[in-house]
């Protein structure tokens, strides 16, 4: 009994070392050990209507609002305010970091827009069907970089670079956007590492040998 409660230990012990809290780039899509989700870049889903991205992309998903606010809760660690719909980064911004992480950001989900912004934004519907905006940009030209809420509401005031005919919510469902793509996920299978199942099969045919005197 004792043996079989160290070898359980041991397990435990490895599964919960190797699943560390990390976003991890798979160049196509991030992986956030965190809430166990694959996030495709949205660099892949640019110029496919929102209503039309699922079937587009068969294995994904739509995100939802909390899995959204949880990413960037995780992506801008030390600021990040979902009531707020744009947050413009200077020296007296109070995020020192923000330039930073919008770069790392866009890093791994890829650019959606580059002229005369860089611009990395999806789409996502929060819990009452109200399609939202959420990403960031950097004006190379005037050095800033903004970041968006989840509050951000989808309309002709709200994305300064959007073309003029995305003028309310159905057209950003209905026709596809060239400067935004959709937030996507998956459930993340982790694989096993092979070092892992070797360790038990040992401790396995100890357990036997043991039995067995």
Not at 82 to 105: C, K, M, R, W
Not at 138 to 149: Q, T, V
Request: charged share 15%.
């Amino acid at each position: 009994m004792k043996l079989w409660k160290s070898i359980s230990t041991v397990i435990s012990l490895l599964f919960s070392t190797s699943l560390s809290a990390a976003l991890i780039d798979n160049n196509t899509y991030t992986t956030d050990t965190i809430s166990g989700l694959d996030w495709l870049d949205l660099s892949l889903t640019v110029n496919q209507a929102y209503n039309s991205v699922e079937s587009l992309n068969p294995g994904w998903r739509y995100a939802t609002n909390s899995e959204i606010e949880n990413l960037f809760t995780t992506l801008f660690n030390g600021y990040f305010d979902t009531d707020t719909t744009q947050h413009l980064s200077d020296s007296n911004s109070g995020y020192i970091n923000q330039n930073t992480d919008v770069i790392a950001f866009q890093e791994l989900f890829g650019h959606t827009f580059n002229d005369p912004y860089v611009a990395t934004y999806g789409l996502f519907e929060d819990e009452n069907q109200t399609l939202h905006l959420m990403g960031a940009y950097i004006s190379p030209i005037i050095n800033f970089d903004i970041l968006s809420g989840t509050t951000a509401v989808i309309g002709y005031d709200s994305i300064i670079f959007s073309p003029d005919y995305y003028n309310n919510q159905e057209d950003f469902r209905e026709i596809a956007a060239s400067t935004t793509g959709a937030y996507m996920v998956r459930a993340t299978v982790v694989p096993i590492p092979a070092a892992v199942w070797l360790f038990c099969s040992g401790l396995i045919s100890l357990y036997l040998t043991v039995k067995q005197k």
